[in-house]
């Protein structure tokens, strides 16, 4: 009796999963022949993924630095010390020399330059030397990281030959170790934030600027140094001790991408607290503030090469340095399109160009 009960249960068992299968080649065969009852299954507000969030370049983990030499690990470790702690060593009142402004690497390249979105030097050790448009020529990596030396934190050139300038490449070096060469991973350096269809307005976002920025940068923008007054907890936006007017922040397309995915405090990529628009805008309300002048009237040699955003003529368009630095973008980057094949100049007018470019910033 045991026997077949246990029979009976078994038939069962066998009948259910056939009629399962049935049911799944049915429905299958129902859906493939009918498109609108297959998206039907897909409920209507799914939202596919922004790609540009998500899969996105990550530092290498520390536990990987074991397998460098021990002299390599020494430099990347220094080169990251120097990146985090600029200021402490080659600041104002640094240990080692003064020549900054008391800023640190860091303040603009977030999470020792770590950070996705955060201004990160990712794609650096992948793509240098490279020919850069500001200078008209191939640069290395000494000459990049000297130019944040000079132009973000205001200062002096490291010397190429030093032990500081070894350790800064060596960290870089590190941080790219999982990049291909000619390669640009998602997530490097800014976020390249939609243009508006108008003007930036600065003196529209000292509101924005109060509730979002002032509590960590004060209402005059000089930000906070910390305890031991050698280096800033929250770093100095404009004025004497900010970057300068050639700093790459100095571009308000740059800050704006900067601030909408990392700014204020707490802010990640994932987790914006400011629009499009209040991101321009408060770009454009810091960049209008007054802050040190340096020479760049070497830069831009080939001024059809200069970017839409450049905020200081000569310029080969018909646009003034107020829609340049402002915006609105768009009739800027339209006229660039349509002159694309006249950004070649004979050398006669190139030269005469960059000497006039001279005169006025010199």
Not at 15 to 23: F, H, K, N, R
Not at 239 to 268: C, D, E, F
Request: proline share 8%.
């Amino acid at each position: 009796m045991r026997n077949l009960m246990g029979s009976l249960w078994l038939l069962v068992g066998l009948v259910a999963i056939v009629t399962g299968l049935l049911i799944s080649m049915l429905f299958f065969q129902r859906t493939s022949s009918n498109p609108a009852v297959s998206e039907s299954v897909v409920p209507a507000n799914t939202i596919a993924p922004d790609t540009n969030f998500v899969n996105l370049w990550q530092a290498p983990s520390d536990w990987r630095m074991m397998r460098l030499a021990p002299d390599e690990q020494k430099k990347v470790l220094y080169g990251k010390e120097l990146i985090t702690r600029t200021a402490e060593y080659l600041g104002p009142n640094g240990s080692v020399l003064p020549l900054s402004n008391g800023m640190n690497c860091q303040n603009c390249h977030l999470s020792a330059s770590t950070q996705p979105w955060g201004n990160n030097y990712a794609a650096v050790q992948a793509n240098y030397p490279k020919f850069r448009e500001r200078s008209g020529r191939v640069e290395n990596q000494a000459k990049r990281v000297n130019d944040c030396f000079q132009r973000s934190l205001n200062g002096q050139p490291l010397d190429s030959t030093s032990r500081k300038m070894q350790s800064i490449p060596a960290y870089i070096r590190w941080l790219g170790t999982d990049v291909p060469i000619k390669t640009i991973p998602r997530g490097t350096g800014i976020f390249k934030l939609k243009s508006l269809k108008r003007a930036a307005a600065p003196e529209d976002n000292l509101l924005v600027y109060t509730q979002k920025c002032q509590s960590c940068h004060q209402a005059t923008g000089e930000g906070v140094l910390t305890a031991d007054g050698r280096s800033y907890a929250y770093p100095p936006l404009w004025g004497q001790h900010s970057y300068n007017v050639g700093a790459g922040l100095y571009r308000i397309s740059n800050l704006a991408g900067y601030v909408k995915y990392n700014m204020p405090l707490g802010t990640t990529y994932e987790r914006p607290q400011l629009s499009d628009e209040e991101a321009w805008d408060v770009a454009a309300y810091i960049n209008s503030q007054p802050r040190p002048s340096v020479d760049i009237s070497h830069d831009w040699p080939n001024v059809a090469g200069e970017p839409f955003d450049h905020p200081f003529g000569p310029y080969t368009d018909p646009f003034s340095e107020e829609q340049h630095k402002y915006g609105p973008y768009k009739p800027i980057k339209d006229w660039k399109q349509t002159h694309k094949k006249e950004n070649v100049r004979p050398s006669g007018i190139q030269v005469t160009i960059v000497t006039e470019r001279r005169q006025r910033v010199g």
